[in-house]
Every structure is written in structure tokens, then in C-alpha cells.
């Protein structure tokens, strides 16, 4: 019996030697668990524009009217919600799409001394989180990636504290020079700046300046945070040919039946829009190009001063295949009426079952040659301008404000040139002699005794229409969708609100279903997020309190 017993225990120590060696592959040389920094970088750059898109879609563009659903009563643009993932991909962004991979690539890279990745990741980490907060208000901070299955919120000036010390931090790995040469590397893995260590600082300028100008309501705005808007504006972008843009391969030339996986997200090949979706021109950005800024929009215009009309968006639509050049949006909540479905979709498209495309204008086309596609922006230079613009109308400084109000618009004008002239049939650049015209006309202020808020914010809502659905949502909650400031931004009446907000408009998004109100449902009963009025409690941000 004893050597029966020996002989068992010793075929036990093989058939764990044995299971060990089948589990433990990874520690072949040919299949290395340690990855290197390097490898995570394209594929979390790619996610930093698909997320945004798909909720940008689903909510922020509706919540903005940037664009309009074909039915009536979105909920989006009723200032409802959702109860699904619907508004949940930027969640899905820093906690699954960036996750562990993005800490994995800082981490990893602090000790390969990789500090250009260090400090590009940790970019990208203050990015994500800035945008998650502002759509979300609480999430989870420290409590994230730790090997738990119930997580803790946390509210927003901790979040935003937290996303100026990641924006040094960045600065401060940027700084010092790398273990090693990643140069040829990142010319291919980073999509925004083929690792260009300057145009990264610049992008960490324009996440604090961001952040800095969501804080126009609180008390103290003038003394504590506008000089702070100013500063970083200035060291960030200092002109459209140096926005933060993503490429993609996509396919050329349109085809139905090819697969649109590495399209850009906004581009008539991806299609995340769909034809009966989300992608009516709402008709704020109708009356904003049509002497809406300033005077009182055209009614059913075929022609503007404004030279961006005919380059961003496409006229009404009477059959699949022709026009009658009124240019028109969708109401808020009304859909596409009457039920011919006349007002076109981003992409051009006449009807829900018409697949004839007209060409898709500005940053929804598809390229007009193989090697023209449509870029994803992140941040633009005019964009920024405006906001040094509000900055310094609101701490008095009006002929400050003037200059960046200016140049906000002549800056959009390049960014359309840039970026915006991808549709099938190419639309022709704006000339200089038409942005003279529109410089001189009644729609741009000339001096600074005149500027007024409302100016610069109908222009800043020109230059995000489309592609900056959050802050654009951002300015929209901070200004309390005051009518003084957007003009053209549809007041709902007491009927066009949600049924369970009623009267109320959206300051939040309810966090990510899937993974909040199934695996962590007790901490979103502390938040009381489990509440219908949740979607309109106003976030941090746009309070007086400090």
C-alpha cells in the first residue's frame, strides 16, 4: 500500500507539472505576456474617435439639435433617456476601450523609460475622463481597474482635479527624453501626431483651456478661471492646419456591400447614422447660416452670405435623385414633417429606402479620391478661439474678445477648406473674396461696443456643429439653454418634453446601463440615478457654488 501511495503522489507531482506547462504559455519568448508600450497606442487612438461618434448620434447631437431624428418624439431630443447603453460609449471608451490596455501602456511605459508614450497616455487618459464627467457628472475615479465587482462614484471636482493632474504629469513625461528611439514607431502608430511631442503639449492645452471655460457660472469665473482659459488657448493650436484630426483608411470607391469597419465614424461609408436614424439637419444650423446669428433667419433659403452654407450641408430633398435648393432642418421633436421626408440627412440621403446618394457634405462624405477621406476632430483651433472669446467678453475685456471672436470665424472657414470638402462631388473652398463678403456683412460684428455674448456663442455653435456634440452640450448647460445666448436653439414647449421630466432639459446622461444598473445597481441608488428626474439634476460644472 505505501508504494501504491508513492506512486500516486508522484503521478500527482507530473500532472501538475504537466497542467502548469499547459497553462503558463505565455511564458514562451514567441508569445510574450508583457506587451510592449508601443503596441496598444493605434487602436485606443482609433477608439478616441468612434466612441464619441456613436454618442454623439445618440444623444448629444439631438440634445443640441444639431440634428434631428425622422420621427417624432426622440427622447434625446425631448430631454429624456434611454434605459439601455444608448448614450453609454464614451463610458465604454475609458473603461473597457482605453481600460487596463491604457494603463498597461503608461505603467509599462515608465519602466521601459518610453516617456513620449507616458506622457501621450496620460493625455489621452485626462481627455477621456474630462469628456466621461461631462456627460455623465459621477463616475468612477480611484476605484477603477481594481479587482472588485462593486464600484464607487465620484463627483465632479474631484474628476476635474484629477484631469489637470494627469494634464502635468503628461507635461512633465513629455519633457524628458525617451529610453530609446520610439520616433519611427509612433510616425505610423499615432494616428493624431505621428508622435510630435509639441502638438501633444498643444493637445493637453486645449483639455485644460476646455476645461477651464465649462466653469463660466461659477462666481468667481472672472478672477479664479478666465485668465486660465486665456493662457491655455494661447499655447494650444495656433491655427486650423494644427487641429488634432483622425485619419482612416476607409474604401474607395463606395460600395453597399464592402465591409466599412475602418471608415471614419462620421463618413458616409461607416453609415452609423443610418438612413432613418438620427441624422436630420436640425434647423438651428439652417437659421445660423441664413442670417440667423445676428438678424432674422431667411425662411426656406436657397442661398446665403454665408459661404459655409453650401459647403456643410445639403438643400432639400424631393425625390432620390434631384433637390429643389430650399435649404430646411428638422424641428425639434416634430421628425421629418410632413411625412414626405423632404429634409435631407447629413449624408444626402432622400428617404429611408432611397440608397441614391447625393454628395455628402463637409465631414460626412466619403473622399472625393481615394486619398481624400474624411478626418474626426478633436479639438479645433477656432473652437478654442471662441471660448478665449467668452473668456474675456465675460472678465470685461471686449476688444480682447473681439480679435478671438474674429478669428474664430476666419478660423472655421480654413477648418471647412481643411477638413470639410469630402463629398462625392467635391465642393469647391471658400474664396477670400467670400469670406470678405461675409466678414463685411450685418452678420459679423465689427466693434467691440457691439460684440455680445450671443455673437460669439451662434458662431461657436457653427464652427462644433456636427463633430463637437459635447461641448457644444457643454455650452448649451452652462449658459442654461438660455435664449439670450442661443437664438436659433429651440425653446420645448411644456407638451415636447419627456414624459417623466417634464419641463425640465438634460444636464446628465444616466451611466452606462450594461454595466452600471445590472453588476452595480446600489451605487446607483446612492446617486440617485435610479430616478427619473436624474437626467435633469445639473451637473457640477455649470452650478454657481464653488
Request: proline share 5%; aromatic share 12%.
Amino acid at each position: 500500500m505505501k508504494s501504491l501511495r508513492i506512486i500516486y503522489v508522484f503521478l500527482l507531482l507530473i500532472a501538475a507539472s504537466a497542467c502548469k506547462k499547459a497553462l503558463d504559455v505565455n511564458t514562451d519568448p514567441a508569445s510574450p505576456q508583457k506587451t510592449k508600450p508601443e503596441y496598444l497606442l493605434a487602436p485606443m487612438i482609433a477608439q478616441m474617435a468612434i466612441n464619441p461618434a456613436f454618442d454623439y448620434r445618440d444623444a448629444q447631437f439631438n440634445l443640441t439639435q444639431n440634428m434631428g431624428a425622422q420621427t417624432e418624439n426622440n427622447a434625446f431630443e425631448r430631454h429624456g433617456f434611454s434605459a439601455s447603453d444608448t448614450g453609454g460609449a464614451l463610458w465604454r471608451m475609458v473603461y473597457i476601450s482605453f481600460g487596463l490596455n491604457l494603463e498597461e501602456m503608461i505603467t509599462n511605459g515608465e519602466a521601459a523609460g518610453a516617456n513620449t508614450l507616458v506622457g501621450i497616455g496620460l493625455a489621452m487618459k485626462a481627455w477621456g475622463y474630462q469628456l466621461l464627467t461631462d456627460s455623465h457628472g459621477p463616475v468612477i475615479l480611484d476605484e477603477a481597474f481594481k479587482d472588485q465587482l462593486k464600484f464607487a462614484y465620484q463627483d465632479q471636482p474631484e474628476v476635474y482635479a484629477k484631469v489637470r493632474l494627469w494634464c502635468q504629469q503628461a507635461l512633465v513625461a513629455l519633457n524628458k527624453p525617451d529610453v530609446g528611439d520610439y520616433s519611427n514607431f509612433l510616425r505610423n502608430a499615432d494616428q493624431l501626431f505621428g508622435g510630435d511631442k509639441a502638438k501633444w503639449r498643444k493637445f493637453i492645452y486645449a483639455v485644460l483651456a476646455t476645461q477651464y471655460s465649462h466653469l463660466t457660472s461659477k462666481n468667481d469665473f472672472k478672477t479664479r478661471y478666465a485668465d486660465s482659459v486665456v493662457k491655455y488657448v494661447d499655447l494650444s493650436f495656433a491655427a486650423a492646419s494644427e487641429d488634432p484630426t483622425i485619419g482612416f483608411a476607409g474604401n474607395f470607391p463606395y460600395s453597399s456591400t464592402t465591409a466599412p469597419g475602418d471608415a471614419n465614424p462620421l463618413s458616409v461609408f461607416a453609415g452609423i447614422f443610418g438612413a432613418a436614424g438620427s441624422g436630420r439637419i436640425g434647423q438651428p444650423i439652417v437659421n445660423y447660416l441664413c442670417g440667423g446669428v445676428r438678424g432674422t433667419p431667411t425662411v426656406d433659403p436657397k442661398s446665403s452670405t454665408d459661404p459655409r452654407l453650401t459647403r456643410m450641408i445639403n438643400p432639400m430633398v424631393t425625390t432620390s435623385t434631384a433637390t429643389n435648393g430650399v435649404y430646411r432642418g428638422v424641428v425639434a421633436t416634430r421628425g421629418d414633417l410632413p411625412t414626405t421626408k423632404t429634409i435631407p440627412h447629413v449624408f444626402g440621403i432622400a428617404t429611408a429606402t432611397a440608397q441614391a446618394l447625393f454628395p455628402g457634405k463637409y465631414l460626412f462624405g466619403q473622399g472625393a479620391a481615394a486619398n481624400d477621406k474624411p478626418r474626426f476632430p478633436l479639438f479645433s483651433y477656432s473652437q478654442l478661439q471662441f471660448a478665449k472669446s467668452e473668456a474675456l467678453f465675460l472678465k470685461g475685456d471686449k476688444a480682447g474678445a473681439l480679435t478671438s471672436y474674429t478669428n474664430g470665424i476666419r478660423g472655421h472657414m480654413d477648418f471647412v477648406n481643411l477638413y470639410g470638402r469630402n463629398g462625392l462631388v467635391q465642393a469647391p473652398a471658400i474664396t477670400p473674396a467670400e469670406i470678405t463678403a461675409y466678414m463685411a456683412s450685418n452678420e459679423v460684428v465689427k466693434t467691440a461696443g457691439d460684440l455680445t455674448l450671443a455673437d460669439i456663442m451662434g458662431q461657436k455653435y457653427i464652427a462644433q456643429w456636427g463633430w463637437a456634440g459635447q461641448e457644444q452640450w457643454c455650452d448649451l448647460r452652462k449658459h442654461h439653454y438660455s435664449p439670450d445666448v442661443f437664438r436659433q436653439f429651440k425653446q420645448l414647449e411644456s407638451s415636447e418634453f419627456f414624459p417623466s421630466t417634464p419641463g425640465k432639459y438634460a444636464y446628465r446622461i444616466r451611466p452606462r446601463y450594461n454595466s452600471e444598473y445590472i453588476f452595480n445597481i446600489a451605487e446607483i441608488r446612492k446617486w440617485g440615478a435610479d430616478k427619473n428626474e436624474y437626467t435633469t439634476l445639473e451637473t457640477w460644472f455649470s452650478l454657481p457654488d464653488q
